[in-house]
């Protein structure tokens, strides 16, 4: 939580972006095996949200995840 940041001296007021990291498997390996939060707690200049990513930790990396689509979107048609 970016409040955790608060005792941290000045870097939740100076920060343009704060970009937090969690992992429910690190705490449950049976939930969300592979798959990480990047929480934007803080944008300045824009919006906050949460991204899921693919954690591929060994390559020490995080991709996006895969596009889900459901069967009730629609899809480009080829002309």
């Given at each position: 939580?970016?409040?955790?940041l608060?005792?941290?001296g000045s870097?939740?007021q100076?920060?343009?972006v ?6 429910d ?13 990047l929480?934007?707690?803080k944008h ?19 991709t ?7 069967s ?7 002309n």
């Amino acid at each position: 939580m970016l409040s955790d940041l608060r005792e941290s001296g000045s870097i939740e007021q100076d920060a343009d972006v704060v970009i937090l990291l969690h992992r429910d498997d690190l705490y449950d390996q049976q939930n969300r095996s592979g798959e990480a939060d990047l929480i934007v707690a803080k944008h300045r200049n824009g919006p906050t949200r949460t991204i899921t990513v693919s954690a591929q930790l060994h390559f020490a990396r995080f991709t996006d995840m895969a596009p889900t689509y459901s069967s009730q979107e629609s899809y480009p048609k080829d002309n």
